[in-house]
């Protein structure tokens, strides 16, 4: 089993965003053990001259013409935001911050 | 007048006058009143909106106007599709207030259809989930076992249908999500080829797997709900350039004989036996109608469990990086700079198995990593192609069973994530492949749960996949 320790699940939270209270860490780190015990199957393939499927459709992601079109006004953007302010999503202050 | 009737006996009875639209959905509103305090396949019921577009869909047709393919008829819709001014919540604490701002494109064509917008359906938390049991806002069961999950992440739209509230529902299926609540409920649910739906007002999940589907409770209502939905859409650039051939009209045709190929590496082992039962049964059906019916090969299936998990726990930690507390959703009320907000907002809105996937998801993406996990993945998702490529080449469509087991009990995975996962081990292949595939009840099992059956199509081949399933309903009647 892949030994996954609570530190490990630690760092990848923070680069997730993410936080967990110790014990929640110790229950992942045992599950993603786990799951990644299962998932590391794919590596018993020999796949180096296969090429990797990004897109599954035979055509190129389509483009359409770059023309100005009705979008949401700011009014509409802006109206599920937890905090506004004329016009700004409002956030923690982030410069100047002691 | 009959919930359970079909589609196309309702829409016979709303075209001849025998019903209205405001009676059906009258009806669908007495059935949700009646039923869905015990099976929660709702999260949101728009009754007044409902009963208003039906009394205007009645006015017009009596007036003699034009009226739209599925002209007052209620739909549901699970909770990650975009109506205009509704709640879409993913199920989600995270987007519990979150109102949608437009339409989805398959919502524009619903209206288009004149379809009555019933409600949204339960689901597992932002699509991750086999049992609809990771909904952070109901809890959504079985309507033929209220004991057992109804299967997930739509189970709350094939909970809906298999209960009688509405004739036709919406799904998405990102590994499963439509064909595996369709087998444990005892309904049809279609999975379209990747391309083939418009996923433009959907919140995504694995962007390189979802699609939305239909669910009905036969072969025709999901032809003419699909048919709604389906064809190229500017608003989303993974749109497949082809114009859809509506399948409904040529759904009866009986076409060449089928040529039907038994995958064996989904009959190995490990399938309750009722369902190999069924499965066998459908095939000597098959048979006696003429069908050829080939073994074939997908050798690369045991490895697509792996691959499915890597490949959408990546794609969802990069999509669910957007919910941040900032532009919309929930933020937390804690004090604190930018980040701790962020991380806040992020921990407290989502659940455990959001998160978990967000975890996973960011490990396989990460440096040192990416290469032996999401690349290694991406790869197999090549050969598990090139597997469906070369069984297209000898068969039209492909037979299996739907899951390796009926309905099970609530509870019964839930602090097992990889036990849950392994629930979706036939239904991932069609979701990496970006091929059609479609369930439909084949009978039940000793407990009386419903036993689904899957056939499989090549990349936009609904309409032959559609004639199939419509020739193995009338044959298991």
Same mark, same amino acid.
């Given at each position: 089993m892949t030994d996954i320790t609570h530190e490990t699940v630690e760092h990848y939270a923070k680069l997730a965003n993410l936080a967990f209270d110790p014990a929640d860490a110790e229950l992942l780190a045992r599950q993603l053990g786990s799951i990644l015990s299962h998932v590391e199957k794919i590596a018993e393939l020999n796949l180096d001259d296969v090429p990797a499927t990004r897109f599954v459709l035979p055509q190129e992601p389509a483009h359409r013409e770059d023309e100005v079109r009705p979008s949401l006004g700011a009014e509409q953007a802006l109206a599920n935001a937890p905090d506004t302010e004329s016009h700004h999503f409002l956030v923690p202050k982030v410069i100047n911050v002691k | 007048m009959d919930m359970f009737a079909s589609c196309n006996t309702l829409i016979e009875q709303l075209e001849s006058g025998a019903v209205t639209s405001e009676a059906l959905v009258k009806e669908a509103l007495g059935a949700i009143e009646a039923r869905d305090g015990e099976v929660g396949a709702f999260l949101k019921v728009h009754e007044e909106a409902a009963v208003t577009q039906a009394r205007d869909i009645d006015r017009r047709r009596a007036a003699g106007e034009q009226v739209g393919a599925l002209a007052g008829l209620p739909v549901a819709l699970k909770d990650n599709i975009n109506i205009e001014g509704r709640r879409t919540t993913c199920a989600s604490k995270i987007l519990e207030n979150f109102t949608a701002p437009f339409d989805a494109t398959v919502v524009t064509r619903l209206k288009q259809a004149d379809a009555v917008l019933l409600g949204k359906t339960n689901m597992d938390e932002f699509a991750m $989930?086999?049992? #609809?049991?990771?909904?952070?806002?109901g809890t959504t069961r079985n309507p033929h076992n209220l004991e057992r999950v109804p299967g997930g992440s739509s189970g709350g739209s094939t909970a809906a249908v298999a209960a009688g509230m509405v004739p036709l529902a919406l799904g998405s299926s990102t590994g499963g999500s439509i064909r595996q609540p369709a087998a444990f409920c005892g309904v049809v649910g279609l999975k379209p080829?990747? $391309?083939?739906? #418009?996923?433009?007002?959907l919140v995504a999940y694995g962007s390189s797997l979802d699609q939305i589907g239909p669910v009905a409770a036969d072969v025709a209502g999901v032809a003419r709900l699909y048919d709604a939905i389906a064809g190229p859409c500017?608003?989303?650039?993974?749109?497949?350039?082809v114009a859809h051939t509506p399948a409904f009209p040529g759904l009866t045709e009986p076409g060449a004989p089928l040529r039907i190929g038994l995958p064996r590496e989904f009959l190995d082992g490990g399938l309750q036996p009722e369902i190999q039962a069924a499965l066998n049964n459908l095939v000597a059906r098959y048979r006696e109608a003429g069908a050829t019916i080939v073994d074939v090969s997908l050798p690369h299936t045991e490895y697509a469990i792996s691959a499915y998990y890597l490949i959408a726990t990546a794609e969802a930690s990069s999509n669910l990086a957007r919910f941040d507390g900032v532009r919309y959703g929930f933020r937390t009320q804690e004090d604190g700079n930018l980040r701790d907000m962020y991380v806040r907002s992020r921990s407290e809105g989502f659940g455990m198995e959001v998160k978990r996937r967000i975890l996973l998801g960011t490990y396989c993406l990460s440096s040192g990593y990416y290469e032996g996990y999401y690349l290694q993945a991406q790869k197999v998702r090549t050969k598990i192609i090139e597997d469906f490529q070369k069984a297209f080449e000898h068969v039209d469509v492909l037979l299996a069973p739907?899951?390796?087991?009926t309905a099970f009990a609530?509870?019964?995975?839930?602090?097992?994530p990889m036990a849950m996962y392994l629930a979706d081990i036939f239904t991932v292949t069609a979701n990496l492949a970006g091929i059609p595939a479609l369930s439909l009840p084949a009978g039940c099992d000793n407990d009386g749960l419903p036993i689904g059956l899957q056939l499989l199509a090549p990349h936009l081949g609904e309409n032959r996949l559609l004639q199939a399933a419509y020739q193995a309903e009338q044959l298991l009647r």
């Open positions: - | $989930g086999s049992s #609809s049991e990771f909904s952070a806002l080829s990747y $391309g083939r739906v #418009s996923r433009y007002g500017d608003r989303d650039a993974t749109s497949a350039q739907t899951t390796p087991t609530a509870g019964a995975k839930l602090d097992d």
